[in-house]
């Protein structure tokens, strides 16, 4: 096979064997402005911890929401809870609370 410099990535399906819908449902009990996420990557860009680490709200936003919790704990756990993506999120998500009940349904 020909190396063309990039490598086919693996599709974004939902592994049904291991999606819990009770954790989105648990997690959008906790905070129903969830819901409204619109993933324009407003928290993703302002984020303290993304710029230091390889943290990416959005894209943990996306992988709980397909119930892709492989590393969640250790990206979780980055977040230091300073709020700033809190402010620039043009549709009010709580991302705070987001983060704080996400670890709370992963540990329980």
Known sequence: MKDF?????????????????????????AVPSYKWCIGCGGCTATCTAGGLTDFNIRRIHNAFFR??????????????????CLLVCPRGVNTR??????????EG
């Not at 979780?76 to 700033?84: V, Y």
């Open 5 to 29: 410099g990039y490598n086919i990535s693996k599709g974004r399906s939902i592994n049904l064997d291991e999606y819990r819908p009770e954790k989105v449902d648990r997690l959008l009990e």
């Open 67 to 84: 119930g892709q919790y492989a590393g969640f704990a250790e990206q979780l756990d980055h977040c230091m809870l300073c709020g700033k």
């Open 97 to 106: 609370a987001l983060i704080i009940n996400m670890r709370r349904i992963l």
